[in-house]
């Protein structure tokens, strides 16, 4: 007599049972993240505080002035074209323009998401306000273009952080390796490290501001991508692109 066929389900089971992290990493993994986002907040906070109180610290000058001191036609028109990619309206059309080719894809939850990560700067607005804090001014540091706008944090590093460090997480996420993705992040890499020295070089902010935008932009981008992978197998299985694996494990 034959011996009897596996249990098909079980063995199923077995499997994803095998991809799926133990527990005391995934914890691990967990209380690091959680960590991050205590410190970091934590952070910002003290920051913030100190930018209300403080309209420029010393470090902030010494950066600014070093940063300036460089004279390259190629490093300005770099830091100029990323400026210039901040302002509106240029980065609302280009939100808008790649927010609805993500949306044209098929890929219509990560258009969502995308739309939400993007959404940082209302909330870097909020803090302006509250921080009250001005601008550099040219009796300290050389400033391209007055603004009459406040400060702290820089709205362009925070659309940075969010919105293409976001693009970039579906990126990594969603594309198979090769060259594609490694000039896509290679490119969102760059301009969102760059996004900050040019704020700096062009006399829009200082240092502390550019730095303060980042470390709130990690924290939005953290929720961005959180919320996404808890909509993702909720809102994403009739899609006809890139849909969520069964067993709404995450996309590796």
Known sequence: MSEAAPDRPEGIRRAVRGEIERRPARHRRAAAFQAYVLIASAVFVGLAIAAHYVPYFRIDLIITRAVQTIDDPVFEAIMNGLTWMGFVPQVDLIVALVVSVLFLLGLRWEAIAALFA?????LGS??????ARPRPTGD???VLTRLDTLSFPSGHVLLASTFYGFIAFLAYTLLKPG????????L????????GPSRIYLGHHWFSDVMGAYVLGSLWLALA???YRWGKPRFSRTQAVAPE???????Q
């Open 118 to 122: 993007a959404l940082g700067p209302v």
């Open 126 to 131: 909020v803090i302006k306000v509250i921080v």
């Open 140 to 142: 300290l540091v050389e």
């Open 179 to 186: 060259w594609i993705r490694t000039a896509l992040l290679i």
């Open 188 to 195: 969102f890499g760059a301009i969102i490290a760059l996004m």
């Open 225 to 227: 991508i959180r919320t």
């Open 245 to 251: 694996p069964s067993g709404g494990k995450d996309p």
